[in-house]
């Protein structure tokens, strides 16, 4: 995909909405190297080509807009009003969890879980039960391949020196993750909005896997998804 800098627009249509993002990274722009920069632009370009049409059918694929079995009452997952995407802006701000995305952190883990599971999205519960077969909240919601790509690109935002997460790298672990940090604006000039930060992490060992879905509010000056970092890290140390 072509190199834009930090600010993009799909054309002079969006007057003076942009999509912008943190950092340049060089003219490799990839899925892998996205992930590890968490370029919004990379993402929001990947949704327009995707469309809304295959954004909503995907997303409900997996569980938004959808009351999940959970073991408790929980609010469901959403991306739109009545379940739609209705513009360019909101499809393109959708590919990288803004616009009007509201995620379960307990169908987040359980999303996260398909990338070690071959697609596979696996079914949480509460109360802990010893040698309880692993079941399946969704299966085959994405291929063994799609699902092994994305793993190890998320291994690499914590592996790679310049992925955002490498603060969080551990000796003798492979560590996967993404940072994420969520705005809560009532437009996009407002700047007076609170931040959400986001770390959502796993540990990739068959014998002690781990996973971790950890969400912060009002970390605006704080280090936003940063603030994050250091406390999973202990976690899993």
Do not use: C
Request: glycine share 10%; proline share 2%; hydrophobic share 35%.
């Amino acid at each position: 995909m072509e190199k834009v800098g930090t600010k993009w627009q799909k054309d002079s249509s969006w007057g003076d909405f942009y999509i912008t993002t943190l950092k340049e990274y060089g003219n490799q722009v990839d899925l892998k190297n996205a992930l590890i920069n968490s370029d919004n632009i990379y993402f929001a370009k990947v949704a327009l080509k995707v469309g809304n049409s295959k954004m909503e059918e995907q997303l409900t694929n997996i569980g938004f807009g959808q009351d999940l079995e959970l073991g408790q009452n929980v609010s469901n997952s959403t991306y739109g009003q009545n379940g739609k995407i209705s513009s360019e802006g909101q499809l393109a701000n959708t590919g990288y969890g803004q616009g009007q995305v509201l995620v379960n952190p307990i169908h987040m883990a359980s999303v996260y879980s398909a990338f070690l599971n071959e697609g596979n999205m696996v079914k949480p519960y509460l109360e802990k039960q010893d040698n309880k077969p692993v079941e399946y909240l969704k299966q085959g919601v994405f291929s063994k391949e799609a699902a092994d790509i994305i793993k190890e690109a998320l291994i690499q935002v914590v592996e790679n020196e310049k992925g955002t997460a490498h603060s969080a790298k551990i000796s003798g672990k492979t560590i996967g993750g993404k940072t994420g940090t969520a705005e809560i604006k009532t437009s996009k000039q407002d700047e007076n909005g609170t931040e959400i930060g986001w770390f959502n992490a796993f540990i990739d060992d068959a014998n002690n896997p781990l996973l971790v879905i950890s969400m912060v509010e009002d970390v605006k000056g704080r280090g936003g998804s940063h603030y994050l970092l250091p406390k999973i890290k202990a976690v899993f140390q």
